[in-house]
């Protein structure tokens, strides 16, 4: 009996630790409506994409090389995305959105939902890759 309340007492603490510590990481938003295109980039349509509407928005997806790239909405203007590759600037692992940041599960190294470094052991923001907006779509890459 008193097994079980140290194990049931054991997985609180443990899940109270995991919380604090922020270690659950946001369930991704799936981008829709992405199409690699035939010169390798990806296009994004915004319709299919309502997370992109506000500012601090974001929507991921897995380009025609295999990497994680997420599509981040930087500020009000229409033109205002930055899509960043999700490797680690310091080891490779691919980063996992928590919250309002980005946070490396190896690691530990934090980088805003903009991708600027903040907490190391990464020293560089996360590589963006150059977009371009239309008003319909997002083409990466
Ligand atoms: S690989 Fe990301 S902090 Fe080391």
Redesign the pocket.
Known sequence: MSNEKDVSRRAVLCGLAVLTLGLVPDTAIAATGVKVLANGKVEVTLSGNPALKKVGGVVQFTDGAGQSVALVRTGKSANAYRALNLS?T????N?QKSGSKWV?P????EFAINGDVKVG??RANLVQIPVKVSATKVVVG
């Open positions: 680690c310091h080891e490779g692992t980063v490396c190896n690691h530990r190294a052991p990464a």
